[in-house]
């Protein structure tokens, strides 16, 4: 199966999935008595909100190059993810809100004390195992085909699996009288969670700035060009984002003497060279002159 179909089944399995525990989280949290259940409801309200709006991204993202767009739409991709870490961090923030509230309230005995129904254990019992499927399925298709958007969404499965233990904790305790552990746990989730939508909004950015790739790129770029014919020193390497896809800029000194024709050959070979060692490489730019002492080879 195609990388771009394989992002989006891991975005619709993931969109359906909350739209079924997101209703059910809810009406049981309601029903059921449970704060904690009908915060984590809310949470997934929130995934199928922007896991919609990933959906579309991730689609116009797959449109082909065009003359305005020469490298192609790629990062629209790290768009999407700049806009989940946006909505897990105000999730974050509004759950540590209300359950950081209903904690004091139970603990100044200001707030009614009543526990959960018993099913409400159960759907969230349900949630920490979908969820845990969820995150190892999701997790190995981003890293296979290096879409930022859905290994963002990957880590949001794995926050829904603590979030869901938490509340079933939360259920538990309650119903043995300790009604407080319920918003406590809620709270402490949504830093967790919070961090997280950190991390996801740096790596996303990183990659609209063009960050340029670690020493492990650089060095492999390096192996693969030096013993090259005509290639007497590799003098300048800069590399950035398109999506999952690379940009290479290679500057190299070859002999002074050599024709214009011959230099352009040389320049060929480096491009074909490096499109076909590294992976997710989609354009070389190689620039070449005279090596010269004066000029510095990394």
Wanted: net charge negative; aromatic share 8%; no cysteine.
């Amino acid at each position: 199966m195609p990388h771009e179909r394989r992002g989006l089944l891991a975005v619709n399995l993931g969109l359906v999935t909350n739209i079924f525990l997101a209703v059910g989280k809810t009406a049981a949290g309601v029903l059921g008595g449970s704060a904690a259940l009908l915060a984590d409801g809310i949470n997934s309200v929130s995934d199928v909100t922007y896991y919609i709006l990933v959906s579309i991204f991730v689609r116009l993202a797959h449109k082909p190059p065009d003359e305005e767009h020469p490298y192609g739409h790629r990062q629209l991709e790290s768009i999407a993810a700049l806009t989940v870490g946006a909505f897990v961090i105000t999730t974050a923030i509004a759950l540590f809100w209300d359950t950081a509230g209903d904690t004091y309230l139970l603990l100044t005995g200001r707030g009614a004390a009543r526990p959960a129904a018993l099913y409400t254990l159960w759907v969230a019992l349900a949630t920490v195992l979908v969820k845990i499927g969820l995150t190892a399925f999701t997790l190995r298709i981003g890293r296979q085909t290096k879409n930022a958007a859905v290994v963002a969404l990957a880590h949001d499965h794995r926050n829904d699996v603590f979030s869901a233990l938490a509340v079933t904790v939360g259920i538990t305790l309650g119903r043995f009288g300790y009604a407080w552990v319920d918003p406590l746990a809620g709270a402490i989730v949504a830093l967790v969670i919070f961090r997280t939508g950190l991390a996801i909004l740096h790596e996303a950015v990183s990659d609209l700035m063009d960050a340029v790739p670690g020493d492990v790129l650089k060095q492999q770029i390096l192996d693969t060009v030096r013993p090259l014919p005509g290639v007497r020193q590799v003098e300048e390497i800069h590399a950035h984002r398109f999506g999952p896809f690379l940009v290479v800029n290679v500057t190299v000194g070859i002999d002074g003497g050599l024709t214009v024709s011959q230099g352009d050959a040389i320049a060929e070979e480096i491009e074909a060279a490096l499109l076909r060692e590294v992976e997710y490489l989609r354009r070389v730019h190689v620039h070449y002159h005279p090596a010269t002492d004066a000029n510095p080879a990394l």
